[in-house]
């Protein structure tokens, strides 16, 4: 592919991202409504929220720092969309492969949810500064476990094959990363793809981990004095990192794609890998969010911070140490 | 040179409505309202949000801070100390923003008609839109006044399209 071609995709990729996600996000509310036994909105919502919020006024409140406050939405937005052009998108390889790796990856997941934090300081409202700091100490909490899964996939791959750029989307989207591990193994890696998909929620700020926006308690959080133009681009930022991280998680355990199953090759391999790709999107989104969004109340702050610390860092750390015994009786 | 045409005051003041009902059409798709209640009418209209009534497939939610919200539900009497916050709700939601004035107390005083301390009547203090009688309503009449509203301002889209400012 040429430079400029893929000068051209990018504006692609980010609309694919933001329509895939508004269009989940409308079947999320809607299965969230039937699971309690309501009709739920039209599937079209959140656009015409988008749409609304696009029109209303947009206020800033005297004691924000007016330039932060403005940038911050900006910022969330553009390093979300950023992010899906680092990640295997519709069972392709990413955008920019050969430029950033897993790593900038994780790197950059930090930037919405930090964007967010500053936004909340730099409004002034009692309300937002609580919500900020419950957002950072929220963000630190599972950025841990998010790096011990991610170390763990690239030492495996680096132990098994030999790889020198383990952390490289293309060599974690080629190998399938169950077939590598004998059934020790394999249990590691189960225990880190379920820690994975209850990482997946903190990072989305929804429900059993919504500590920073909580409606009752501190009204709205983080997003209290948002209105207008720049809540309408916060809105985007969760509709699309709902796609990131969906993505992320499919680029690193549910690498399949079915034309290589089919011997498929040209437009119609394309596009069937496209639509499978979609349905384990919608599979790991519904399993991963909107089924726990449904089941569970919020948690407490403490809650919050030793379900991640505590729980979720020694369920990863023992899939870790699972999977180098696992190497270690391989090598036997 | 390009001269801009001079406006008369009528006429800027008939674009900003057609400005405005621009705005409300799209706004009445996705309804956020912000709730200032006292117990009784907060009873009431939980049953709103519920299985039974489901006021989310109309796409209206309830949000926790008045910067979010589109209507301002006012329901029940207010005292002299509780209208300075309900004023203040009201000053800190954006433009354009409706308000709502649930239960007989807010029309009248209601059950407090001659209390020394409520507001007898809201409209003196905060521009209201609406009024849904009842002490307090039951939620099929705020259902019934949602549809008015959405009905009153899809008659005056007709109305801007018919006319020159469409």
């Not at chain 1, 991610?150 to 030999?162: D, E, K, N, V, Y």
Request: positive net charge; charged residues 15%.
């Amino acid at each position: 592919m040429s430079v400029w071609f893929k000068i051209l995709l990018i504006p692609i990729v980010a609309i694919f991202g933001v329509f895939i996600g508004m269009l989940y996000k409308g079947v999320d509310r809607i299965l969230i409504a039937r699971m309690q036994s309501r009709v739920g909105p039209p599937i079209s919502q959140p656009y015409r929220d988008f749409k609304k919020l696009m029109v209303k006024d947009n206020i800033i409140p005297r004691n924000a720092v007016k330039w932060l406050f403005n940038l911050m939405p900006v910022v969330a937005l553009s390093t979300t969309l950023i992010i899906l052009l680092y990640i295997p998108l519709g069972g392709t390889m990413p955008l920019l492969e050969g430029h950033g790796d897993l790593i900038l990856v994780l790197y950059l997941l930090i930037f919405p949810a930090l964007a967010l934090v500053l936004g909340g300081f730099s409004s002034g409202s009692p309300y937002a500064i609580i919500g900020a700091q419950r957002e950072m100490i929220v963000l630190m909490s599972y950025e841990f476990p998010l790096a011990i899964i991610s170390i763990s996939i690239a030492w495996l791959l680096s132990f098994t094959q030999q790889a020198t750029n383990v952390f490289s989307f293309l060599v974690i989207s080629n190998n399938v990363i169950w077939s590598l591990v004998g059934p020790v193994g394999f249990i590691g890696l189960l225990l880190l793809f379920l820690v994975l998909l209850f990482v997946m929620q903190g990072e989305l700020g929804r429900v059993p981990f919504d500590v920073s926006k909580a409606d009752t308690e501190i009204a709205g959080g983080v997003l209290a004095e948002y209105s207008g133009r720049n809540l309408a681009l916060f809105y985007l930022t969760n509709i699309t990192k709902m796609v990131v991280i969906g993505s992320l998680i499919i680029a690193l355990f549910l690498p399949w794609n079915i034309s290589a199953l089919l011997n498929l090759t040209g437009v119609f391999a394309y596009s069937l890998d496209l639509l499978f790709f979609l349905i384990k999107l919608f599979l790991v989104i519904f399993i991963g969010s909107t089924l726990i969004r449904a089941a569970a109340a919020r948690l407490k702050i403490n809650q919050v911070v030793t379900a991640y610390w505590l729980h979720a860092m020694l369920i990863s750390l023992f899939g870790l140490i699972l999977i180098w015994i696992d190497i270690i009786l391989q090598t036997l | 040179m390009i001269r801009k045409r001079k406006i008369s005051a009528e006429e800027h003041k008939e674009l900003e409505k057609a400005k405005k009902i621009k705005k409300l059409e799209t706004e009445i798709k996705s309804i956020w309202i912000f709730n200032w209640f006292n117990s009784c009418g907060f009873t009431e209209l939980v049953p709103v949000v519920g299985s039974r009534w489901d006021m989310e497939r109309f796409g209206i939610i309830i949000t926790s801070t008045p910067r979010h919200a589109d209507v301002l539900f006012i329901a029940g009497y207010q005292t002299v100390k509780s209208l300075k916050r309900a004023k203040r709700i009201y000053e800190q939601m954006p433009e354009p923003r409706v308000v709502v004035a649930l239960g007989s107390c807010t029309m009248t005083g209601g059950m407090y008609w001659d209390s020394y301390n409520t507001i007898k009547r809201l409209e003196d203090y905060i521009p209201v839109d609406l009024y849904i009688p009842g002490c307090p309503p039951r939620p099929e009449a705020i259902f019934e006044a949602v549809h008015k509203i959405m009905v009153h301002v899809q008659e005056g889209v007709k109305k801007l399209k018919a006319s020159k400012h469409g």
